[in-house]
């Protein structure tokens, strides 16, 4: 809200009370008036009976004059935010109410957040709003102002901080729905010390901790909240977590990150088809014909273009790619990878080209081969990878569903390729 010189004033709750007018920090010292505001604010743009802020302020022994000493509060509330022509700290009839936009309080900032993530089906766009959401709070909700009787009278106070509890199980559950299970090991760490008897914290430890490969330390958590029940509250863990136990040992691959959700990309990568290559028509038909028709083999079908730069490999490989384009009905992959080329960078651009956003992209190369693999499944797809100096940076690149076909050209002639993935190779020389 801005005041008639348009000086904006910022408070927050979310920890210590705090106001900020013009950019430039409030200091609020006396008690009373700490109060009076943390409740206006509390009931932010809704009129707080005197009753309430009486009882608030005094609490069992409120004075004589309880109402006239209310009215000169605020009167030096006013003054000391600068709100001197009122209008953020409005006179009603029956009470005051402090009006002021949603974004100017930081506990009105973390509802609208929370309200958006669960209207949004993106698990990136969830995890992004509750990521601000719980980035808001700086400790206890207005953890230097009040005591008992201020808590007792206004029963949004818990309401508000187990809505923080619940926004942090949904942006844990946002974030491991991206296979970011690695990153919140620390942070699931520190709720679950603050919270030992929550146990939803404990269940998604548990599901990061075994999406990590760290299968016991996820049972040993699970041991850890038991006992913690059994020891504080005299009861046994709930049948979710029991079950979670359950698959966690007996190492359920449905635990493990699932691909995530992308619109049905189907890239088109090619070069330009050269045309017909004089000498090398019944080479493009065997080559095409090995590319389109894998013959139920098991494994994907690889072939090898060898031979120098100027023996026209390049051109020979768009050609047959080309021709083969029709049977790849997934579509079609490409890259150039010369000496020095970084394969995993290769990798990245090609799940983008599947329709992977920047954020979903796993973070450990294994991860993002998974993924890839994955997104390949049942689709045909034709990769083609131009240059290539060696057998590794073809390898992460190789599909894993026989539907897809690789095509590669090199200088080298990439034996391993040949001995541990079956490839056919062809020497390529300019035609005599």
């Given amino acids: 809200m801005r005041s008639a010189v348009g000086v904006e004033t910022i408070f927050r709750v979310l920890g210590p009370l705090e106001i900020d007018r013009g950019g430039q920090p409030v200091s609020l010292r006396p008690a009373k008036q700490r109060t009076l505001l943390a409740v206006l604010l509390l009931r932010a743009n ?5 009753s309430l802020l009486v009882d608030c302020l005094w609490e069992e022994a409120p004075p004589a004059g309880a109402k006239g000493a209310v009215q000169a509060y605020v009167m030096r509330l006013r003054q000391a935010i600068g709100d001197h022509d009122a209008r953020l700290i409005k006179t009603r009839p029956d009470g005051y109410a402090l009006e002021t936009g949603v974004e100017n309080i930081d506990l009105q900032r973390f509802h609208v957040l929370v309200t958006r993530a669960q209207a949004s089906h993106e698990p990136a766009e969830r995890a992004a709003a509750l990521r601000e959401a719980v980035g808001l709070w700086r400790g206890p909700l207005l953890s230097d102002v009040g005591g008992a009787a201020l808590r007792e009278r206004i029963p949004d106070i818990p309401i508000h901080a187990e809505a923080r509890l619940q926004a942090l199980e949904q942006y844990f559950d946002a974030e491991l729905q991206l296979g970011r299970h690695d990153e919140l090991l620390d942070e699931l760490r520190a709720m679950t010390a603050e919270h030992p008897l929550r146990e939803r914290f404990w269940g998604q430890l548990m599901v990061a901790l075994y999406r990590a490969h760290r299968q016991e330390e996820a049972l040993a958590a699970h041991a850890e909240v038991t006992r913690l029940l059994a ?3 005299g009861i046994d863990t709930g049948a979710e977590i029991r079950a979670l136990h359950e698959r966690i040992r007996d190492g359920d691959l449905s635990l493990t990150p699932q691909p995530p959700r992308t619109p049905a990309v189907v890239p088109a990568q090619l070069p330009a088809d050269p045309g017909e290559l004089p000498g090398r028509a019944d080479l ?4 095409t014909e090995l590319l389109v028709n894998s013959d139920d083999r098991p494994t994907v079908p690889l072939v090898v273009l060898t031979g120098s730069p100027d023996g026209g490999r390049a051109e020979l490989a ?5 021709r083969a384009r029709p049977a790849f009905p997934g579509g079609q992959l490409h890259a150039a990878l010369t000496a020095g080329s970084d394969t995993g960078r290769v990798l990245i651009g090609f799940l983008h080209a599947l329709g992977v956003r920047e954020e979903q992209v796993p973070p450990e190369a294994e991860e993002r081969t998974a993924l ?3 997104l390949l499944a049942k689709r045909r797809v034709l990769v083609v990878l131009d240059s290539v100096t060696g057998p590794d940076q073809v390898r992460p690149l190789l599909p894993g569903d026989s539907g ?3 095509l590669v050209t090199s200088e080298n002639d990439l034996r ?3 001995a541990l993935q079956g490839a056919r190779q062809f020497r390529v020389d300019r035609p005599s």
């Fill in 46 to 50: 809704v009129v707080v009976p005197v």
């Fill in 231 to 233: 020891e504080e509250l």
């Fill in 284 to 287: 493009v038909d065997e080559i």
């Fill in 318 to 322: 768009a050609r047959i790619a080309n």
């Fill in 372 to 374: 890839y693999r994955s």
């Fill in 404 to 406: 897809c076909a690789v």
């Fill in 416 to 418: 391993g390729l040949t």
